[in-house]
């Protein structure tokens, strides 16, 4: 089993910043990417940035330039820093761990990030 622990959110005002991180334990080995998604009320669960164990990334429109993924899969943990944040940006943010062995998804309890206007 693994287990991911999100950190770092809280209400922020619009132009701020925030910076989440994760951190992953448990069978930890042969972690293929992490990354960080994000759900709005009523809406899916949305990619926001990933980072695979080659150090690519890979971000959604919305917020490149804006925010930035960090972080090592070999080291299993990734942190995510969030600039010029925009109330559009609320949503609960969500760390995932893909391990590519055994082709299985991981995923943390979300952390809230309300941003306010």
């Known amino acids: 089993q693994v287990q991911l622990v999100e950190s770092g959110g809280g209400l922020v005002q619009a132009g701020g910043s925030l910076r989440l991180s994760c951190v992953a334990s448990?069978?930890?080995?042969?972690?293929?990417?992490m990354g960080w998604y994000r759900q709005a009320p009523g809406n899916q669960r949305d990619l926001v940035a990933t980072?695979?164990?080659?150090?690519?990334?890979d971000y959604a429109e919305s917020v490149k330039g804006r925010f930035t993924i960090s972080g090592e899969t070999a080291n299993a943990a990734v942190a995510l820093q969030m600039n010029s944040l925009k109330p559009e940006d609320t949503a609960v943010y969500y760390c995932?761990?893909?391990?590519?062995?055994?082709?299985?998804?991981?995923w943390g309890e979300g952390t809230l990030v309300p941003v306010s206007q």
């Open positions: 995932r761990l893909y391990r590519g062995g055994d082709d299985i998804d991981y």
């Open positions: 448990g069978k930890i080995s042969s972690i293929r990417l």
């Open positions: 980072i695979d164990n080659t150090g690519s990334t």
